[in-house]
């Protein structure tokens, strides 16, 4: 990535890489007190190994290099070759160092120039492992105590619980905004017209700043993936190579902590199911180096993610009969139902590892993404390999989405799901066996009728739910390749929404993403058009009426 491409990142980079430092300052001197305490050297490890990760998504050379000299000597503590005493002051000398480039960093200067000291520490290395006691050693020529203590504020450091209080009162300006625009259509006041303009513009800027404050680079979470993958991968006896892309794209700070989790398991899978051992690639004539790809690209207000291995791939009728077995499918299932069966807990591993095996951590993974109102798909090859694709929104506050009507009700469709607008004769509508479809660009499209899929949250009376409209409007709606027209009464209008978590009551049905408050103070559901598009052959089969009949 282009240097300038990247600075627009460094206040993130700094303001964790500050934290990270300051908690091995902290650590650090509490194993001056207790030696014996090797929990202390792994938390250290930990924090230095991350912003390893951090500074070499920035191109910061000279943080990586001493970072990693310093995960040598940690190393060496670790595995009890030395003991800490030894090397207190030298890793406090590493952490000044390191906290006195971030100051320069700020200020626009270039890093530090940390070769003298990365040397010193790799000839302790060098001794360390020559079973020679090194000593304390100092950075020669410079020394970040003579440093001025004072600096000139030019950022600070908002907790995240913060900016999450101001996200709030953001979306309540944006629902009395609404409500707002709502008396201005009635009143029809030129001045009220004017000051409600001047409104949303404010508005709009004060959301825009506050979601960017929110929005970190996904490399942030990448980072600690390169040396987990490297680990697993030594205790499965196994040779992979990981190669990353698309670390600049950006997400929300709450979507990428709640993402996380999956990606973790979805590596480990990959390493412990996907790539197989060295041997068995060879006998199969590949390289008997493994590849895992971990690529991150952005579509519309969605961040894609994929990650996918050149291993064995997935055993179709191994998952089906394990999924059969479990009560998980019937018998007669096929295609993609036999896939998607690995989210609900099938496991076809004999043997449970310390890496996976019990079949959980997929189960996790959809549930996660359910939440975040994203999506996943699996496609895989036996013995070519697998790849899992996540959906993700860039953030889960405010989005835009299209309102429209059915049987009395208003509803909202996120923008980001919907593919095209379309109106129709009703004799267009063919009727298949058990449900409706339109054909559209040469494809068939299965279509959803709001009216009779929600006929009992109707404000309407039952005779006057299922009309006949000389062109009936339906929303096309995707979800990867999946697609499905919604039928609905009218499109009302499109704007930006605040997205409110379901109730108890609703919160387990698979129709609906969240709710909204609209400009007339009353609820309106929001739909998970995504879900919808996903599931349509089960809804078109059970829940839409036959045409024919």
Do not use: W
Not at 42 to 68: P, S, W
Not at 244 to 269: A, F, K, P, S, Y
Not at 348 to 371: A, E, M, P, Q, Y
Not at 450 to 468: E, W
């Amino acid at each position: 990535m282009l240097k300038e491409n990247l600075n627009k990142y460094k206040d993130v980079f700094l303001s964790e890489a500050k934290e990270h430092i300051a908690a091995m300052n902290k650590t650090l001197l509490a194993l001056e007190q207790n030696q014996d305490n090797l929990g202390l050297v792994n938390q250290i490890f930990i924090h230095i190994h991350t912003l390893k990760g951090m500074a070499d998504t920035m191109e910061y050379r000279n943080i990586v290099q001493l970072c990693h000299a310093m995960e040598d000597i940690l190393d060496a503590i670790k595995k009890k070759k030395v003991k800490p005493g030894n090397f207190i002051d030298t890793l406090f000398k590493c952490l000044d160092t390191l906290d006195l480039t971030l100051k320069r960093l700020k200020e626009d200067n270039e890093e530090i120039d940390t070769t003298a000291l990365v040397k010193k520490l790799k000839d302790l290395t060098t001794l360390i492992k020559s079973e020679k006691q090194g000593g304390k050693i100092s950075a020669d020529g410079f020394d970040p105590s003579v440093e001025s203590a004072v600096t000139k504020v030019s950022s600070i450091e908002v907790k995240v619980e913060r900016l999450d209080m101001l996200m709030n009162l953001v979306e309540q300006l944006l629902i009395n905004k609404m409500r707002l625009d709502k008396s201005k259509e009635e009143l029809q006041n030129p001045e009220l017209t004017s000051a409600l303009d001047a409104l949303a513009r404010l508005i709009g800027d004060i959301q825009y700043n506050i979601i960017q404050a929110r929005m970190v680079p996904i490399g942030f979470v990448f980072s600690r993936f390169p040396r987990m993958v490297r680990d697993l991968a030594k205790q499965q006896g196994k040779q992979i190579n990981l190669k990353m892309e698309g670390t600049e794209i950006e997400l929300d700070r709450t979507v990428l902590d709640e993402i996380g989790e999956g990606l973790v398991h979805l590596l480990r899978n990959a390493v412990d199911h996907g790539i197989e051992k060295q041997q068995e690639r060879k006998r199969a004539g590949k390289s008997p180096v493994g590849t895992i790809k971990l690529i991150a690209t952005r579509i519309k207000d969605s961040a894609i993610i994929e990650i996918s291995d050149d291993g064995a791939g997935i055993d179709f009728e191994e998952v089906k009969n394990s999924a059969v077995k479990n009560g998980i499918l019937a018998k007669q299932s096929s295609g993609e139902d036999v896939l998607n069966s690995i989210f609900s807990g099938v496991s076809t591993t004999k043997h449970v590892t310390k890496i996976s095996g019990r079949g959980f951590g997929l189960n996790i993974v959809k549930n996660k993404l359910d939440f975040l109102g994203g999506a996943i798909k699996v496609e895989s090859k036996l013995k070519e390999g697998t790849r899992f694709t996540l959906e993700i929104p860039s953030t889960l506050a405010i989005i835009k989405a299209l309102f429209v009507e059915a049987a009395g009700r208003s509803y909202a469709i996120p923008l980001a799901n919907v593919e095209r607008l379309v109106k129709v004769s009703e004799k267009d509508i063919k009727g298949m066996l058990n449900f409706e479809a339109i054909v559209f660009d040469n494809e068939d499209i299965p279509i959803t009728r709001l009216d009779v899929l929600f006929r009992g949250m109707s404000s309407k009376p039952a005779s006057m739910q299922i009309q006949k409209l000389k062109k009936q409007p339906i929303v096309i709606v995707g979800k990867g390749e999946d697609k499905l027209g919604i039928a609905v009464d009218a499109f009302l209008n499109t704007q930006e929404i605040v997205v409110k978590p379901l109730n108890k009551l609703l919160r387990k049905n698979k129709y609906f993403a969240g709710t909204t408050i609209i400009g007339s103070g009353d609820v309106a559901l929001i739909l998970d058009a995504g879900n919808l598009a996903l599931t349509r052959r089960g809804q078109t089969q059970t829940e839409t009426p036959n045409k024919t009949s």
